[in-house]
């Protein structure tokens, strides 16, 4: 039978459910879920659990069915897990019998009450007593063995990959504990969680291109986020020295392995700190959640054993780059024309206005992320790709910012703060000139960010750290595609 003849069929078994007054039934209580029968009764004998006929109602969905003549078997799914239940001819109505024979099918989400037995083969089951088909599935249901192997089916319709792919549900399962373990970590170091706008009237807080929508009422086009850093600093200035948000960001980029236009972020900011603080402060926090998701320092991702608890190396980006280069002389890698020349030579294309900052940056992106497969921080971004960050006191042509990488991407973003109102307004000049031009992910100015600075920041350091690549990393997940429930695909036809 083809999908279509089987929708027919379903379709014809709901038509009859309907005739019946057994359509979408709502009057089902449930007093167990599978997996903590499974956890109470695990040391019960068949000869125990014979007499003292313990009474359950389960509810869930029918993923595997065993018809034997007058009697079946059926794997029944709740959100804990699987329990077998036993279904004969002789311990139902002939009207649940028959409803559950003639018109259920692998999918169809059911109620099944019954007492607890072992089989022969010592497996833990219901013997139902009472039998309710409580939603009927009109769709074919994938197979419990081969699961859903379309990728692009899994992406576009993740509520069936749910159904028929357990390492699915454990990977969403494990994103809800590593946002929680970040939750604890902060907030038992004094951070006040917060919430900002996800609407702006001036896109900023990121080098990035906005999405716009407009707002009928008030008249004016509005963004979508891409960062909520500068509201961040506001509150800082406001006087919560230490705040943290987990929410979503939104840029108007491609898709790739890496990249989905709406994203997870935690940002953080706290007073009296500096970007080394907060170094310090990334490991402590990366080690505290993979302690917590794996209950070692140690994880496997890909090929590699990543270790959490060593020392994570330092390198400032002149530095990796030299390396990458086979350049001794820091002299070399200062010089644009011999940057441009190497990038060249590794086929690293470069736009025109590029200045030196961007090309060793871009340099950096091809050649050494990739490499950075152990816990690793680089350090001394250039001021030029680094807008709001605090200049650095002995060399101006670098930003106190540091980047935290592993598994060969880039998980997190920090610097010490720029809180100089003026530096701050310059710089903004210089994005605007550069949105002039036609970068569209160059900065708008903000002048009320430009008033609250001159309010005063206190000296403080901040940090984004992708919520969505922390999860790849602790499910060894190679896309972001597969950590997001719904990931954004280009439309297709219906």
Same mark, same amino acid.
């Given at each position: 039978?083809n999908?279509?003849?089987?929708?027919?069929?379903?379709?014809?078994?709901?038509?009859?459910?309907?005739?019946?007054?057994?359509?979408?039934?709502?009057? *089902?209580?449930?007093?167990?879920?599978?997996?903590?029968?499974r956890? =109470?009764?695990?040391?019960?004998?068949?000869?125990?659990?014979?007499?003292d006929?313990?009474?359950?109602?389960?509810?869930?969905?029918?993923?595997?069915?065993?018809?034997m003549?007058?009697?079946?078997?059926?794997?029944?799914?709740?959100?804990?897990?699987?329990?077998?239940?036993?279904?004969?001819?002789?311990?139902?109505s002939?009207?649940?019998?028959?409803?559950?024979?003639?018109?259920t099918?692998?999918g169809?989400?059911?109620?099944i009450?019954?007492?607890?037995?072992?089989t022969?083969?010592?497996?833990?089951?219901?013997?139902?007593?009472?039998?309710?088909?409580?939603?009927?599935?009109?769709?074919?249901f994938?197979?419990?063995?081969?699961?859903?192997?379309?990728?692009?089916?899994?992406?576009?319709?993740r509520?069936?990959?749910?159904?028929?792919?357990?390492?699915?549900?454990?990977v969403?399962?494990?994103?809800?504990?590593?946002?929680?373990?970040?939750r604890?970590?902060?907030?038992?170091?004094?951070?006040?969680?917060?919430?900002?706008?996800?609407m702006?009237?001036?896109?900023?807080?990121?080098?990035?291109?906005?999405?716009?929508?407009?707002?009928?009422?008030?008249?004016?086009?509005?963004?979508?986020?891409?960062?909520?850093?500068?509201?961040l600093?506001?509150?800082?200035?406001?006087?919560?020295?230490?705040v943290?948000?987990?929410?979503?960001?939104?840029?108007?980029?491609g898709?790739?392995?890496?990249h989905?236009?709406?994203?997870?972020?935690?940002?953080f900011?706290?007073a009296y700190?500096?970007? =080394?603080?907060?170094?310090?402060?990334?490991?402590?926090?990366?080690?505290?959640?993979?302690?917590a998701?794996?209950q070692?320092?140690?994880?496997r *991702?890909?090929?590699?054993?990543?270790?959490?608890?060593?020392?994570?190396?330092?390198l400032?980006?002149?530095?990796?780059?030299a390396?990458?280069?086979?350049?001794?002389?820091?002299?070399?890698?200062r010089?644009?024309?011999?940057?441009?020349?190497?990038?060249?030579?590794?086929?690293?294309?470069?736009?025109?206005?590029?200045? *030196?900052?961007?090309?060793l940056?871009?340099?950096?992106?091809?050649?050494?992320?990739?490499?950075?497969?152990?816990?690793?921080?680089?350090?001394?971004?250039?001021v030029?790709?680094?807008?709001?960050?605090?200049?650095?006191?002995?060399?101006?042509?670098?930003?106190?910012?540091f980047?935290?990488?592993?598994?060969?991407?880039?998980?997190?973003?920090?610097?010490?703060?720029l809180?100089?109102?003026?530096?701050?307004?310059?710089?903004?000049?210089?994005?605007?000139?550069?949105?002039?031009?036609?970068?569209? =992910?160059?900065?708008?100015?903000?002048?009320?960010?430009?008033?609250?600075?001159?309010?005063?920041?206190?000296?403080?350091?901040?940090?984004?750290l992708?919520?969505?690549?922390?999860?790849?990393?602790?499910?060894?997940?190679?896309?972001?595609?597969?950590?997001?429930?719904f990931?954004?695909?280009?439309?297709?036809?219906?």
């Amino acid at each position: 039978m083809n999908d279509r003849d089987e929708v027919a069929v379903r379709q014809r078994k709901l038509a009859r459910l309907r005739e019946l007054g057994e359509a979408f039934s709502n009057d *089902w209580s449930r007093t167990h879920f599978a997996k903590d029968l499974r956890d =109470e009764y695990v040391n019960s004998s068949k000869e125990q659990l014979e007499q003292d006929q313990h009474l359950v109602a389960l509810a869930g969905r029918i993923v595997l069915r065993r018809d034997m003549g007058r009697a079946s078997f059926v794997s029944l799914r709740d959100v804990s897990g699987t329990l077998q239940c036993y279904l004969r001819s002789d311990s139902l109505s002939t009207e649940e019998y028959t409803l559950f024979k003639e018109l259920t099918d692998l999918g169809d989400i059911v109620g099944i009450s019954g007492t607890l037995m072992r089989t022969n083969k010592g497996e833990l089951t219901v013997q139902a007593s009472e039998f309710k088909l409580l939603t009927k599935s009109l769709q074919p249901f994938p197979s419990k063995y081969q699961g859903i192997e379309d990728q692009e089916l899994k992406y576009r319709r993740r509520y069936l990959d749910l159904i028929a792919n357990e390492s699915s549900r454990k990977v969403f399962e494990t994103r809800t504990e590593v946002i929680k373990s970040v939750r604890q970590f902060f907030d038992s170091r004094g951070y006040l969680e917060v919430e900002t706008p996800m609407m702006h009237p001036i896109p900023g807080g990121a080098v990035a291109k906005p999405f716009v929508t407009h707002h009928n009422v008030l008249e004016m086009d509005l963004f979508l986020r891409v960062a909520p850093e500068l509201y961040l600093k506001r509150l800082v200035v406001g006087g919560f020295e230490r705040v943290y948000e987990i929410n979503r960001n939104f840029r108007n980029e491609g898709l790739s392995t890496r990249h989905n236009p709406e994203f997870t972020m935690l940002e953080f900011y706290q007073a009296y700190a500096t970007y =080394e603080d907060l170094i310090a402060l990334t490991s402590e926090l990366i080690y505290d959640v993979a302690q917590a998701m794996c209950q070692t320092d140690t994880i496997r *991702w890909g090929d590699h054993e990543i270790c959490f608890s060593k020392e994570p190396k330092v390198l400032t980006m002149e530095e990796s780059v030299a390396l990458a280069l086979g350049v001794s002389q820091t002299s070399d890698v200062r010089d644009e024309r011999v940057l441009r020349q190497h990038a060249s030579e590794h086929n690293i294309s470069l736009a025109k206005d590029l200045g *030196w900052g961007g090309v060793l940056n871009e340099i950096f992106e091809a050649l050494v992320e990739p490499t950075l497969i152990q816990p690793c921080f680089i350090v001394q971004y250039p001021v030029e790709i680094s807008p709001l960050a605090r200049r650095n006191e002995s060399d101006p042509l670098f930003a106190d910012r540091f980047e935290y990488f592993v598994g060969g991407r880039e998980i997190a973003n920090g610097f010490s703060e720029l809180n100089d109102p003026e530096d701050q307004a310059e710089r903004f000049q210089n994005q605007v000139q550069r949105l002039k031009r036609g970068d569209d =992910e160059a900065m708008h100015f903000d002048h009320d960010y430009i008033t609250a600075l001159q309010y005063g920041l206190p000296p403080t350091a901040g940090e984004g750290l992708g919520i969505d690549r922390l999860v790849m990393l602790f499910t060894n997940t190679s896309t972001i595609r597969d950590v997001l429930l719904f990931p954004q695909m280009k439309s297709v036809n219906p």
